[in-house]
Protein backbone atom coordinates (compact mmCIF):
# COMPACT_ATOMS: atom_id res chain seq x y z
CA UNK A 1 0.00 0.00 0.00
CA UNK A 2 1.11 3.47 -0.33
CA UNK A 3 1.49 6.16 2.22
CA UNK A 4 -1.36 7.98 1.04
CA UNK A 5 -3.68 4.57 0.96
CA UNK A 6 -2.31 3.97 4.49
CA UNK A 7 -3.49 7.50 5.66
CA UNK A 8 -6.72 6.71 4.50
CA UNK A 9 -6.83 3.48 6.00
CA UNK A 10 -5.93 4.94 9.57
CA UNK A 11 -7.99 7.83 9.10
CA UNK A 12 -11.12 5.65 8.85
CA UNK A 13 -10.05 3.65 11.80
CA UNK A 14 -8.61 6.26 14.19
CA UNK A 15 -11.57 6.92 16.49
CA UNK A 16 -12.24 3.04 17.23
CA UNK A 17 -8.68 2.44 17.25
CA UNK A 18 -8.17 5.40 19.78
CA UNK A 19 -11.49 3.86 21.62
CA UNK A 20 -9.46 0.23 22.15
CA UNK A 21 -7.74 -0.55 26.00
CA UNK A 22 -4.32 -1.94 25.72
CA UNK A 23 -4.41 -4.70 25.05
CA UNK A 24 -1.27 -5.98 27.36
CA UNK A 25 -1.44 -3.52 30.34
CA UNK A 26 1.55 -4.45 32.03
CA UNK A 27 3.27 -5.28 29.12
CA UNK A 28 2.65 -1.76 27.84
CA UNK A 29 4.21 -0.44 31.30
CA UNK A 30 7.23 -2.55 31.08
CA UNK A 31 7.68 -0.64 28.02
CA UNK A 32 7.30 3.15 28.90
CA UNK A 33 9.43 2.23 31.82
CA UNK A 34 12.18 0.90 29.54
CA UNK A 35 11.74 3.93 27.58
CA UNK A 36 12.10 6.18 29.66
CA UNK A 37 15.05 4.84 31.52
CA UNK A 38 16.56 5.61 27.89
CA UNK A 39 15.81 9.35 27.92
CA UNK A 40 17.50 12.10 28.76
CA UNK A 41 16.14 14.88 29.98
CA UNK A 42 18.76 16.87 27.30
CA UNK A 43 17.03 14.40 24.67
CA UNK A 44 15.09 16.11 20.97
CA UNK A 45 12.87 13.08 20.87
CA UNK A 46 11.21 12.05 17.66
CA UNK A 47 7.86 9.54 17.48
CA UNK A 48 6.94 8.01 14.49
CA UNK A 49 3.65 6.62 13.76
CA UNK A 50 2.29 7.85 17.38
CA UNK A 51 -1.23 7.18 16.72
CA UNK A 52 -3.48 9.27 19.08
CA UNK A 53 -0.60 10.09 21.25
CA UNK A 54 -1.30 8.44 24.49
CA UNK A 55 2.44 6.95 24.64
CA UNK A 56 3.64 10.46 23.65
CA UNK A 57 1.78 12.14 26.92
CA UNK A 58 3.66 9.26 29.06
CA UNK A 59 6.95 9.90 27.61
CA UNK A 60 7.18 13.28 27.24
CA UNK A 61 8.45 14.81 30.44
CA UNK A 62 11.39 12.38 30.45
CA UNK A 63 12.73 14.48 27.80
CA UNK A 64 13.60 17.85 26.83
CA UNK A 65 11.39 18.43 23.25
CA UNK A 66 9.31 15.48 22.16
CA UNK A 67 8.12 15.43 18.59
CA UNK A 68 5.13 12.99 18.26
CA UNK A 69 4.24 12.22 14.58
CA UNK A 70 1.87 10.33 12.07
CA UNK A 71 0.70 10.09 8.54
CA UNK A 72 -2.88 9.99 9.78
CA UNK A 73 -4.57 13.54 10.39
CA UNK A 74 -7.63 11.88 12.47
CA UNK A 75 -4.95 10.36 14.44
CA UNK A 76 -3.45 13.71 14.86
CA UNK A 77 -6.80 15.34 15.45
CA UNK A 78 -7.10 13.40 18.50
CA UNK A 79 -3.79 13.32 20.06
CA UNK A 80 -4.24 17.52 19.55
CA UNK A 81 -7.57 17.57 21.22
CA UNK A 82 -5.30 15.34 24.09
CA UNK A 83 -2.83 18.25 24.76
CA UNK A 84 -6.01 20.67 24.37
CA UNK A 85 -7.34 19.36 27.24
CA UNK A 86 -4.19 18.96 29.40
CA UNK A 87 -1.15 20.72 28.12
CA UNK A 88 2.17 19.20 27.63
CA UNK A 89 4.50 22.09 27.13
CA UNK A 90 7.05 20.13 25.92
CA UNK A 91 5.14 18.13 23.38
CA UNK A 92 4.10 18.80 19.76
CA UNK A 93 1.71 16.43 17.57
CA UNK A 94 2.02 16.63 13.35
CA UNK A 95 1.50 15.31 10.38
CA UNK A 96 4.86 13.38 9.33
CA UNK A 97 6.17 10.39 7.75
CA UNK A 98 10.15 9.47 8.09
CA UNK A 99 10.15 10.31 4.41
CA UNK A 100 8.65 13.77 4.82
CA UNK A 101 11.07 14.65 7.90
CA UNK A 102 14.19 12.94 5.92
CA UNK A 103 13.51 15.39 3.71
CA UNK A 104 13.43 18.35 5.84
CA UNK A 105 16.84 17.04 7.81
CA UNK A 106 14.92 16.94 10.87
CA UNK A 107 17.58 16.02 13.61
CA UNK A 108 16.83 14.10 16.96
CA UNK A 109 18.79 12.00 19.67
CA UNK A 110 15.93 9.31 19.77
CA UNK A 111 13.48 7.98 17.34
CA UNK A 112 10.88 6.10 19.01
CA UNK A 113 7.89 3.61 17.06
CA UNK A 114 5.85 1.52 18.78
CA UNK A 115 3.33 -0.88 17.55
CA UNK A 116 4.66 0.85 14.04
CA UNK A 117 7.73 -0.65 12.31
CA UNK A 118 5.98 -4.04 11.47
CA UNK A 119 3.30 -2.21 9.51
CA UNK A 120 7.02 -1.51 7.03
CA UNK A 121 7.34 -3.68 4.31
CA UNK A 122 6.29 -7.32 5.51
CA UNK A 123 2.37 -7.41 7.10
CA UNK A 124 0.87 -9.66 4.36
CA UNK A 125 3.89 -12.20 4.41
CA UNK A 126 3.29 -12.20 8.38
CA UNK A 127 -0.48 -11.97 8.87
CA UNK A 128 -0.98 -15.12 7.87
CA UNK A 129 0.93 -16.15 11.09
CA UNK A 130 0.16 -16.66 14.80
CA UNK A 131 0.62 -13.84 16.57
CA UNK A 132 3.27 -15.09 18.74
CA UNK A 133 5.27 -16.76 15.60
CA UNK A 134 4.23 -13.16 13.81
CA UNK A 135 6.46 -11.24 16.55
CA UNK A 136 9.44 -13.79 16.42
CA UNK A 137 9.90 -13.53 13.47
CA UNK A 138 9.38 -9.23 13.28
CA UNK A 139 11.82 -9.18 16.45
CA UNK A 140 14.79 -11.49 13.90
CA UNK A 141 14.01 -9.46 10.99
CA UNK A 142 13.73 -6.12 12.67
CA UNK A 143 17.10 -6.65 14.69
CA UNK A 144 18.87 -7.97 10.94
CA UNK A 145 17.49 -4.90 9.49
CA UNK A 146 18.67 -2.52 11.86
CA UNK A 147 22.21 -3.73 11.71
CA UNK A 148 22.37 -3.73 7.44
CA UNK A 149 21.15 0.15 8.18
CA UNK A 150 24.29 0.60 10.03
CA UNK A 151 22.98 0.20 14.25
CA UNK A 152 24.11 -1.31 16.82
CA UNK A 153 21.35 -3.56 18.23
CA UNK A 154 21.52 -2.46 21.98
CA UNK A 155 18.23 -4.48 23.29
CA UNK A 156 16.47 -7.11 21.90
CA UNK A 157 13.53 -8.09 24.48
CA UNK A 158 10.34 -9.13 24.65
CA UNK A 159 7.67 -7.32 26.75
CA UNK A 160 4.92 -9.12 26.93
CA UNK A 161 2.92 -10.50 29.53
CA UNK A 162 -0.64 -11.89 28.47
CA UNK A 163 0.65 -14.75 26.26
CA UNK A 164 -0.21 -14.48 22.33
CA UNK A 165 1.22 -11.25 21.70
CA UNK A 166 5.29 -11.30 22.70
CA UNK A 167 5.75 -7.20 22.21
CA UNK A 168 9.25 -7.49 20.35
CA UNK A 169 10.79 -4.54 21.73
CA UNK A 170 14.22 -3.54 20.29
CA UNK A 171 16.93 -0.62 21.19
CA UNK A 172 19.47 0.30 18.27
CA UNK A 173 21.90 3.26 18.53
CA UNK A 174 23.15 4.60 15.08
CA UNK A 175 27.25 3.77 14.68
C1 LIG B 1 -0.99 0.10 15.20
S1 LIG B 1 -1.05 1.87 15.20
C2 LIG B 1 0.02 2.22 16.58
C3 LIG B 1 -0.22 3.57 17.17
C4 LIG B 1 0.61 3.88 18.42
N1 LIG B 1 2.03 3.94 18.13
C5 LIG B 1 0.33 2.85 19.48
O1 LIG B 1 1.26 2.12 19.88
O2 LIG B 1 -0.83 2.76 19.94
C6 LIG B 1 -0.02 2.26 13.82
C7 LIG B 1 0.08 3.76 13.54
O3 LIG B 1 1.09 3.93 12.57
C8 LIG B 1 0.67 4.91 11.64
N2 LIG B 1 1.41 4.64 10.41
C9 LIG B 1 1.25 3.62 9.53
N3 LIG B 1 2.16 3.70 8.54
C10 LIG B 1 2.91 4.80 8.80
C11 LIG B 1 4.01 5.44 8.14
N4 LIG B 1 4.52 4.95 7.02
N5 LIG B 1 4.54 6.55 8.70
C12 LIG B 1 4.04 7.05 9.86
N6 LIG B 1 2.98 6.53 10.52
C13 LIG B 1 2.44 5.41 10.00
C14 LIG B 1 -0.84 4.73 11.54
O4 LIG B 1 -1.50 5.88 11.08
C15 LIG B 1 -1.20 4.36 12.98
O5 LIG B 1 -1.54 5.50 13.72
Sequence with gaps: MSVQKDAKWWDGHARSYAKKPVSDEAGYQR?????TGF????????????????TALNLAPA???????????TMIQIANDKIAASP????????????TLAAEDARFHTVL?????????????????PCAERGIVQRITTSRKL????????????HGTAGADPRPFIVARKL
Design 31 to 35: TLKRV
Design 39 to 54: LKPTDRVLELGCGSGS
Design 63 to 73: AQTYLATDISP
Design 88 to 99: APNLSFRVASAE
Design 113 to 129: GFNYLHLDGYTGYESAK
Design 147 to 158: KEAGFEVLENEL
